[in-house]
């Protein structure tokens, strides 16, 4: 998977369904009752509270990373391990810039790895806080944001994407265990299936991979990015 910023959403919001019943109309004897209607759904999580348990999730991963694993293949087969770590460092920090409705530059990946030598996982750890922190502000999920002007939580959900998906990537380089934070794939499988063909036309998702009846969520969602869930560096 490439880079998910600025993937448009394919998201239709239809209008609410109206009848032609009129006030006065008895309602169908199987509508259920007004005190026996269901509740409505509970409101998702806050972007801010799942960005902050994918990065637990992620942190010991990352912090297990050897320097002579830098240079392993990734199930990301344009970057190895080190490529993708600065490109999570990136995200990062971009996204913090997003939450606060802000342009971000794209064209470049800086060398964070390079940058910061020994003490990167500490330097991304402290941008996960900041990520965090940006994405509960006031107004963060409210309005639009991006190049494309996408809805502001899709955008969070977007690096929510980065550092759930490639937390695994380099799992799997590194041969790590990994278990993604609970409550990100439910949000991560609804973006995927919105935005995947558009993702796909952008060259940011591979296509899917098939995966047997009774296949986890989370393999559901890496095969959908184009991912195969029993990916081993060889």
Request: hydrophobic fraction near 40%; charge should be negative; aromatic fraction near 6%.
């Amino acid at each position: 998977m490439s880079d998910t910023h600025d993937i448009p959403d394919d998201t239709h919001h239809g209008a609410p369904a109206h009848t032609n019943r009129t006030a006065d109309e008895p309602a169908p004897e199987d509508a259920p009752h007004p005190a026996q209607a269901s509740h409505p759904a509970d409101p998702p999580p806050p972007i801010s509270a799942l960005l902050d348990a994918a990065a637990q999730a992620a942190l010991p991963v990352l912090r297990a990373v050897r320097d002579d694993q830098l240079g392993r293949p990734t199930p990301c087969s344009e970057y190895d391990v080190r490529a993708l770590l600065n490109h999570l460092f990136q995200v990062v920090v971009a996204f913090q810039t997003l939450a606060a409705k802000k342009d971000v530059d794209f064209s470049h990946t800086p060398d964070r790895l390079g940058e910061y030598g020994a003490q990167w996982p500490d330097r991304f750890a402290d941008e996960t806080v900041r990520l965090v922190q940006a994405w509960a502000a006031p107004g963060a999920e409210d309005g639009l944001t991006g190049g494309m002007q996408l809805p502001a939580r899709t955008v969070g959900a977007m690096v929510l994407l980065d550092l759930t998906v490639h937390a695994w990537d380099v799992a799997r380089a590194i041969g790590r265990p990994y278990a993604p934070a609970a409550g990100c794939v439910t949000e991560l499988r609804a973006l995927a299936a919105r935005m995947a063909p558009t993702a796909r036309t952008m060259n940011v998702f591979a296509a899917p991979v098939p995966v047997p009846p009774g296949a986890s969520d989370l393999d559901v969602l890496l095969a959908e990015t184009g991912r195969d869930p029993h990916w081993t560096a060889g």
